[in-house]
């Protein structure tokens, strides 16, 4: 097996070569646990090297310095992929937009944008196009106004994306914004729409200060129109994690080295 | 009992009668309605595939038989459902395109017997197209740009399904494949009304729809499921213990489960009757499999839960003669409950042991009167003197008793007497 490829890259299925093509994932955490790391590691995945993949990153939380500094610990320039147009970074952190039709204007103009960066992006032959957003609460606080409608809508453009495109769609959002909610309807639409939900959530038993959290990683799917595609559907993977300067060791309940 | 339900959008509604829907319903943690569709597109589309050169077939040899059966099966024939209509919501029309052809099905843009409504594409008219609302001219694939006109949506749909069976007597089925996003731009009350409108048209065979049940109010489930005619339910291995509040924390309490569960199929038949079925489901890579449940008593018992309980058909004749001139009426009664035990049921009842009889077999029968008597006093000295046999009567669980002793002499013992006898009321 190749050294690199940790528990999250196999739940992925990154053993294999793009393995999420024309899929949605979804990554949730909360206060205690951020789940920031896993976007970090699948930008890192995305502008690997060996590929010709290349990412739009839609930046509501942080500036691009942070995105920068930190994907050099893991061993990535992201201004060096910047330059090869690989890296498309769309600062989204001066979103504002007003009440009422401007809103809806406001995300559709948004997605007009990156419709057009997908299709001058994919020019280059099997190239995969990876649609980051970091992250979904805040578009929605930026951009609707407690009206989530509006921010559903554009995922659902987005998703349109992975099968005209063949784009991959990935999101971070914060759970426990909506856990006062007796039915967060936002939440619940996001998960129907993913492929596969990662979940960042502090251990059940308790801190611990060689374990920093745990990873769910539901793979649904989706019943699959191309063949061959899709092996790891409906699997369910559940691993512990802890968060090192360098980079982040994965390992199973009761594994861990430390 | 998936190939009922198909059998029954299949064969569609009689005339002049509202067409069958079915409502799929998903969860979050089992969220296959789509496998449940694509099952049901490929088996409908297979068949009015084989339909149309049957009926053909039919009305070619129909000539050498009686009229009165040459009529009855060319109706039967006109009435049979002969196209598809579509309306994707959720998945984009290429991939249902796909899927069909994966499956052995063809369809080209000449095909004549199915036609996509793409609301998944633009639905809001976003993207910068010189088309407004709906495509013009035949084609397999319409476009639609304002899911939120229902009225035009409802058009769309009857037109693309004339514009394949024609304007006659011949049917033609249709298939949404999420109401979510139908709800999401619309209220209930007007997506209510257009299902109805769809359903009641004459030209529709048969409807259905998927519903994910955690995104909306009970309220707007329970008014969907009224309206259809069969309801078929994914219910994952793990139910919420709670209801539908920790919908999200159910997928991730699925385990290995996931992708497992129970299909269970509500009909409502047409004399009012309800039918529930349930099997196990288990959706791979292919699709969704069904098979029967393992354990025979749960398929009885979901089974029965709705159905009156028939074993035993008891008919008791009531004659009630009335003489009317020389005329008798005679009434016949049917009446269903259980007028005796079966063999086995007599033997388990047998075997229960009442509460207040006497247990101790082989000793006589003794009413405590509350005084201690010379042979309670040896018996209680031994068991409690002795460890042992104290431990073995608390292990085996049979230990259970009552010591009392009365504090004098003063105390009546129990009896038949009225206490309250001396009180001068």
Known sequence: MDRSVNLLDLALGFDEPSPLRGKVVLIEDCVETSGSFVLHQMMKRVLSPHSSDALIFLAFARPFSHYDRVLRKLGCNLATQKTNNRLVFVDMLMMKCSDGDDNVSGVAKLFREIQGTVRKLGNVTNRNITVMVDDMSLLEIAATNSNSDHVLDFLHYCHTLTCESNCSLVTLNHEDIYSSMERPAYLLQMVCLADIVIKAEPLASGLANDVHGQLTVVNKGMISSKSGKGSSRNKLQNFQFRIKENGIEYFYPGCSRS | MADSIFRKLRDGGEEGELAPALTIEETVASP?????????????????????????????????????????????????????????????????????????????????????????????????????????????????????????????????????????????????????????????????????DLRSHAQVSSFFWSLNTDLHQEKVTNALEYISTMKANLEPFCPSPDGKRNALENLFLAHQDFGKGRFHVRFKLRKGRVRVMSEEYHVDQTGINLSPISSAESVIAATKSLIPKASYLVLSYLFAVKLCGLRLVVLLVQVHFNLQLSEKERVEKEKVVLPFEHQDHGKSTEIYDGRRTLADGKTEATPLSSGELQADVVSSGKGGEIIYFRDSDDEHPDSDEDPDDDLDI
């Open chain 2, 32 to 196: 296959f309605a789509l496998d449940v569709s694509c099952y049901l597109l490929a088996n409908l589309s297979s068949s009015i595939l084989a339909g149309k050169s049957k009926s053909e077939y039919i009305l070619e040899t129909l000539k050498f038989n009686l009229f009165l059966l040459h009529y009855r099966v060319f109706m039967k024939s006109s009435l049979l459902c002969r196209g598809l209509v579509l309306v994707t919501f959720s998945r984009s029309p290429s991939f249902y395109l796909q899927f069909l052809k994966q499956k052995g099905i063809v369809v080209s843009s000449s095909s004549k017997w199915i036609r996509v409504l793409d609301c998944y594409t633009d639905p809001l008219g976003w993207i910068d197209q010189p088309s407004t609302g709906v495509t013009e001219g035949p084609s397999l694939v319409k476009l639609n740009k304002c899911v939120s006109d229902l009225k035009r949506l409802f058009s769309s749909v009857i037109d693309a399904g004339r514009e394949m069976v024609g304007d006659g007597k011949t049917r033609f089925s249709v298939a949404i494949d999420s109401v979510n996003e139908l709800l999401r731009h619309s209220s209930m009350p007007l997506v209510s009304g257009l299902l109805t």
